[in-house]
């Protein structure tokens, strides 16, 4: 704690000198300060990039394939002391438009990607949906709204005090299982964002700020969504400042290494030139602030992981793309489920297909009007296919007795068809 201090004072000071400066996001100082606080949470960090980049460009047969799409499970917790504060779902919907277009590369903007980048960048294959269920197996808009208690400095990134009831804040949902997504004013001494990468550390001492309990995302309000209400500043109003923290979530780094106005680091990929500094919330095409090699690129400040204005923020590369898919199919496995893409169209699924009882403790019913014979497969979270079967229109008996309780998704293919279900075994 008394280290907590010291960097808020430094803080507090560097803040009263350029009152109107916003930090962009707050995860490298926050990893610092952990790695005062618990020494070797850094290695154990980059461990685990490590490993995701063997992982990503490795032949290991679990290596998700192109056609293998990610759904992200999430869950948004507002947190409000004013009204104002207490944002429509449309906003936070809106949110989950933004974080589609970008991690699917369907913005826009892509146009605006610069051509000697054009062959790096790429559709991360990673969608985002608000959670359907809540932990206790009821219905939810996969959005909390609380009223905040966290005291008179507000809810803030050096005590992370919005992640807990205890503190003011709201208790995670079990970040093993949704992505959880705080949004509350945190903009003390102006950061708007932060996350911790995975470290696979659910055993560490409560509060540490690496357990499980703190694993997530923080937005301030005021980033939130490309048609905020109240936004803090233009610069930063096409909502990827979650689209930026996601990215840290899921593993990634600044784009600059962290630099301080040199070029000795990097953040550990080969495809994102190195740059001395981030660009703040500019629209900077002219920079070339470090030499690389074979080719000497200009800073790649369409980088959704530097600092640019939102507005000329639009894609991310191959390899970071690599990390973060790599990421969810180990330390994120949890908060996904898995789609292997046919190319087929979706089912009308609420009207033809049916799974009760759900919650089920293993056998269940599988009821559709399709016309035609049925492919059944059902996965696990971690889109392992754990039965597979074929079935007839009409109702089926499924029967998920041998395996864990837990989330299942049921894929009925029938002829050029496809729907998704969702199912909970509960025992
Ligand atoms: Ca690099
Ligand atoms: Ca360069
Ligand atoms: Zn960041």
Redesign the pocket.
């Known amino acids: 704690m008394h280290k907590i201090t010291l960097l808020f004072v430094a803080i507090f000071f560097a803040g009263f000198s350029n009152a109107q400066q916003l930090n ?2 707050f ?2 100082e926050l990893m610092l300060e952990k790695e005062k606080q618990h020494p070797g949470y850094t290695q154990r960090v980059d461990a685990i990039f490590n490993a995701a980049k063997q992982y990503a460009t490795g032949k290991s047969a679990h290596r998700s394939t192109a056609d293998t799409v990610y759904h992200i499970r999430c869950v948004f917790h507002v947190l409000y002391t004013t009204p104002a504060e207490n944002i429509d779902d449309s906003v936070i919907r809106n949110q989950i438009e933004v974080l589609n277009r970008d991690y699917r590369r369907r913005n826009a903007d892509t146009m605006d990607t610069r051509p000697e980048f054009i062959d790096r960048a790429g559709d991360a294959r990673i969608e985002f949906y608000l959670a359907d269920t809540d932990p206790d197996g009821n219905p939810t808009t996969g959005i909390t709204h609380t009223v905040g208690n966290p005291g008179f400095l507000g809810f803030n990134a050096f005590t992370d005090n919005a992640k807990a009831a205890a503190t003011g804040g709201k208790d995670p949902w079990p970040t093993d299982q949704y992505l959880n997504i705080w949004v509350c004013n945190i903009s003390l001494f102006g950061v708007l ?2 996350a911790f990468p995975p470290d696979n550390a659910p055993n560490w001492p409560a509060n540490s700020g690496a357990d499980s309990s703190k694993q997530g995302v923080v937005l301030d309000t005021r980033v939130v969504g490309d048609n905020n209400p109240n936004p803090i500043d233009s610069t930063v109003s096409g909502g990827r400042s979650a689209v ?2 996601v ?2 979530y899921l593993g990634l780094r ?1 784009i600059w290494g962290d630099n301080n106005g040199t070029c000795a680091n990097d953040d550990g990929l080969d495809d994102t030139p190195k740059a001395s500094d981030a660009h703040q919330q500019t629209c900077d095409k002219s920079s070339n602030t470090c030499v690389d090699s074979p080719v000497d690129d200009p800073d790649m400040s369409e980088n959704y ?1 530097d ?1 640019s204005d939102d507005r000329c923020l639009n894609m991310f590369t191959q390899q970071q793309i690599g990390i973060m898919r790599a990421m969810l199919a180990t330390s994120r496995a949890g908060i996904t489920w898995v789609e292997v893409v046919t190319g087929l169209d979706d089912l009308n699924t609420a009207s033809t297909i049916d799974l009760f009882p759900n919650p089920t403790k293993g056998k269940f019913t599988l009821r559709t009007t399709a016309n035609d014979k049925m492919n059944v497969l059902v996965m696990n979270t971690v889109g392992q296919t754990v039965l597979s079967t074929s079935s007839e229109s009409g109702s089926n008996t499924l029967d998920l007795s041998s395996q864990p309780s837990g989330i299942y998704y049921v894929k009925v293919t029938s002829g050029n068809e496809s729907a998704v279900k969702r199912i909970e075994v509960i025992r």
């Open positions: 962009r996001c995860t490298h964002g932060y930026h923290e990215g840290h600044h992981m600092y």
